[in-house]
């Protein structure tokens, strides 16, 4: 279990009053400001240095191996001279017109066209107070500009081969996010009001703010994303009422107490993502898929998966695929005498419920599921998106080493990874909010969950990265083994539902859509609108995003598109339709039987370190 530490009780939170309208900030009174603030913060930065340890081991510079292929992208932009001086030519005349319309505000002639606008989706940019003032305004389009000529020479570089084009695509991203200028005190026009409103008191705040996550992560920053102490699990998170009633090194099955007086014979299993924790499924129960599926009759079974120590560091792939899916099988089978489930998988759980499919079929066992149903899961790993970038020899190898000595990949570097797949919400946003404006976190239970991270084992999480990221040996016959056994996921006859959302930066769409066809049974493909969680957890109550569904079966995702028909709605209601097949007839509700504690149990609540 997690070691429980005294906290110190947190600073009295200090009030910042509403900004008025910024127009022009005057440059002597916010220049006085800085430097009382300075006054202010010099003993709590001196409290703050002495406080580090300066003998603690360097990392390594570069631990995502990123100069190797910059050094490489520069290379080829050399080799084509001609091609690059025109691109150097086609920005000085882009900054050149963008420079001669600011002028026009400048000198208070007229308002200057807004040759670069942000994505209506971009939050950095929607104060009022970026367009009210000539000065702002060009810092903005400036910072546009240049980062839609930066992004625009790397992705057009000809001679990349397409690792190297994809890291070196992701990091200029990277640096176009950290460097935008509503990051910093002097370029955001925000930041500069609640200086002068507060006199510098967000900003002693925002270092307090700092001081307290640094002392959280135990000497590295870890961003407060929520207040933590607005949520407890099984009060107001993770609060649908159940038993455990199965435990084994890696998992405890959760059973949910019926909340109708008849059920369906066929129970469901739910398999989740082993990255996070099981709760995203249950968080609030008017967006609880959980909740749902009981209230509709199911009689629900969900894994909630352990969260590892190094004394788990040899648990492989086989084990989770034994000690989860079939075990809770078992387990399910000894609570309702069923021998069949229909089960579904999350994310890497729908990756390990086609692993456990082909294992049963190499077997001759695959009656024991009935059917599966797989959420934004990717099977065929070649166009898995952006998490491509971490995976390399040299990273693998690099990680392989670090979690040889932990015996585990640790839950914070997880985090940070996927953190850096949308850098400006989950990263600088709260660096503005809590360092800079000197704000608390809203409490949000989403993020609360996205927080509460797990470790994954050294040895599973290796054959992972190897077998299913960087070879693909799913998708080929034979290309994996579990226990001696080749598997050949082209022969699952399981009847099976896919669930894909439109904006999935995890696990596109395309590449799930890729992973639907390669089964021998009959394949319902659905894709909903948003991303990897807010398109999968959507109830039809919320009436949200809505949903696209074909009965073709087409060899490009993009003709399938083109053909689907556009539902109002959520997914949850089709997938409620698609299942009525596979449920079996109704019978007396049943309670959970051999109990051990309460939902949501004990592995729930083991903290990662």
Known sequence: MAENKAKSPKKPKRQIPNSPPLVHPDPAALGAILAQTSEKLHPLMQEFMDKIDWNAPLRALDPMNVQKAYVAFFQKLYEDPERLTGMQIEYAKDWMTLWQESAKSFLGEQPARKLYTPEKTDKRFKSEKWDESALFDFIKQSYLLTSQWMNKTVHETRGLDQETQRKVEFYTK?????????????????????????????????????????????????????????????????????????????????????????????????????????????????????????????????????NPSAALNNKSFSDYMHEGILDALTAIERETGEKQANVMGYCIGGTLLTTTLAWLEAKGEAARIRSATFLTTLIDFRNSGDLQVFIDDEQIAALEASMKDKGYFDAKSLKDTFSLLRANDLIWSFVVNNYLMGKEPFPFDLLYWNDDSTNMPANMHSFYLRNMYRDNKLIVPGGIEIDGTAIDVHKIKTPSYFLSTKEDHIAPWRATYAGSLLFEGPVKFTLSGSGHVAGVINPPTANKYGYWTSAEKTALPETWFERAVQHDGSWWSDWKKWIETYNGEKIPARQPKHTMEPAPGSYVRVKAN
């Open 174 to 306: 990277q640096f176009v996010d950290a460097m935008s200028p509503s990051n910093f005190l002097l370029t955001n026009p925000d930041v500069i009001q609640a200086t002068l409103d507060s006199k510098g008191e967000n900003l002693i705040k925002g270092f307090q703010n700092m001081m307290e996550d640094l002392e959280r992560g135990k000497g590295q920053l870890k961003i407060s994303t929520t207040d933590y102490s607005a949520f407890e699990l099984g009060r107001n998170v993770a609060a649908t009422p159940g038993q455990v009633v199965h435990r084994n090194d890696l998992i405890e099955l959760l059973q949910y107490t019926p909340t109708t007086p008849d059920v369906y014979k066929t129970p469901v299993l739910i398999i989740p993502p082993w990255i996070n924790k099981f709760y995203i499924l249950d968080l609030r129960p008017e967006n609880s898929l959980i909740k749902f599926l009981v209230d509709q009759g199911h009689t629900v079974f969900v894994v909630s998966w352990a």
